[in-house]
C-alpha cells in the first residue's frame, strides 16, 4: 500500500463545485468515480481520499491537489486514469508521499488566478489599491462566511497585468476564505472603475460585515497548491492535450466576443 498525490485539472462549468454533493455532479465524484473504474482504489473513505480544497460551482483549476492510498500503483498513472474521466477533468502528475500526507493541512499556500475583462477599469489605481491587501490581515468582509475557525489569511502577493482586453489578477496566500479572492476582485474592480477609492478598501478591510457581491465564477481559476520538499512526476503527454483542450475552450468564447462586437460596431443591439 502506497499513498499518492495527484495533480488535477478541470474546467468547472459543467460541475457543482468541486466537493461531492448528492445527486449532483461535482468534480470530486467524477474523479472518484474514474479511480474506481481503473482499479486505483477501490471506495473513497477506505482509500483516505482527501482535496487540497473545495472551489465553488463554475470555477477552474489547473492546480487542484488530492491524495489517497493504493495498493494498485501501478494503474495509477495519469494517462490510465484519465480514459475513466470526462473530457473536461484531467490528472497531469502524480507523487508518491509519506503515509500522513493530507494535501490541505500540509499546503503552505495557494495561488489563484482571475480572468477579468478589462472595460474602462483603470489598471493603476487597481495595483496601488490592491497594496493594502497585501500582509496578514483578517478577510472576513471579503467571504462568505462558512466553518472556519478564524478569517485571518496572510497574503503574500497580488499581481495584475493587462493581457489585450484582459486584466489578470493572480493572488497567492496561505489560505483563502469561501469566496475572498472573488469578493477581492470585485472590490478592486469597484476602485479601478471609479466608484470606490483606496480609503473605502481599507475601511472595508477593517471592517466585519461583508457588502460585497462576489465576481463570477466563472473567471477563477485555482492556479496550484505549494508544498515543501514535494516534487510530481508530469506526464507532458498529457499537459499538451489539456492545453489544447482549454484553448479550444477559450477560442470559442473569443469568436462569440468577436461576434457580439461586430453587432455592436453595426448598432444592431
Known amino acids: 500500500m502506497v499513498r499518492l498525490a495527484l495533480k488535477v485539472g478541470y474546467i468547472g462549468s459543467a460541475y457543482h463545485g468541486f466537493q461531492i454533493q448528492p445527486d449532483l455532479?461535482?468534480?470530486e465524484g467524477k474523479l472518484c468515480e474514474g479511480l474506481e473504474s481503473?482499479?486505483?482504489?477501490?471506495?473513497r473513505r477506505a482509500s483516505r481520499f482527501i482535496s487540497a480544497g473545495r472551489t465553488d460551482r463554475g470555477v477552474h483549476a489547473f492546480g487542484q491537489v488530492v491524495a489517497f492510498d493504493?495498493?494498485?500503483y501501478r494503474l495509477a498513472v495519469p494517462r490510465?486514469?484519465?480514459?475513466?474521466?470526462?473530457?473536461?477533468i484531467w490528472v497531469w502528475a502524480r507523487s508518491e508521499v509519506d503515509s500522513s500526507f493530507d494535501p490541505r493541512r500540509d499546503a503552505l499556500s495557494r495561488e489563484y488566478r482571475y480572468i477579468l475583462y478589462a472595460g474602462s477599469l483603470e489598471?493603476?489605481?487597481?495595483?496601488e489599491a490592491s497594496k493594502i491587501l497585501i500582509g496578514r490581515h483578517d478577510f472576513a468582509s471579503f467571504s462568505k462566511r462558512g466553518d472556519e475557525l478564524t478569517t485571518i489569511r496572510d497574503v503574500h502577493k497580488i499581481d495584475l497585468k493587462m493581457q489585450n482586453d484582459l486584466i489578470i489578477f493572480d493572488i497567492s496566500a496561505d489560505a483563502f476564505l469561501w469566496q475572498m479572492v472573488r469578493r477581492i476582485?470585485?472590490?478592486?474592480?469597484?476602485?479601478?472603475s471609479g466608484e470606490k477609492d483606496s480609503d473605502w478598501l481599507e475601511g472595508l478591510l477593517n471592517s466585519k460585515t461583508s457588502t460585497i457581491a462576489p465576481a463570477p465564477a466563472y473567471g477563477l481559476i485555482l492556479r496550484g497548491v505549494s508544498y515543501r520538499d514535494l516534487k510530481f512526476e508530469v506526464d507532458r503527454y498529457v499537459c499538451d492535450r489539456m492545453v489544447s483542450a482549454l484553448s479550444e475552450r477559450f477560442e470559442h468564447y473569443?469568436?462569440?466576443?468577436?461576434?457580439?462586437?461586430?453587432?455592436?460596431n453595426n448598432k444592431l443591439i
Open 25 to 27: 455532479p461535482t468534480v
Open 123 to 127: 489598471i493603476e489605481r487597481m495595483k
Open 80 to 88: 490510465i486514469i484519465n480514459t475513466f474521466l470526462p473530457e473536461d
Open 185 to 192: 476582485v470585485a472590490a478592486l474592480a469597484l476602485v479601478g
Open 38 to 43: 481503473s482499479g486505483v482504489i477501490s471506495d
Open 254 to 264: 473569443a469568436v462569440l466576443k468577436g461576434v457580439m462586437d461586430g453587432m455592436r
Open 70 to 72: 493504493t495498493d494498485n
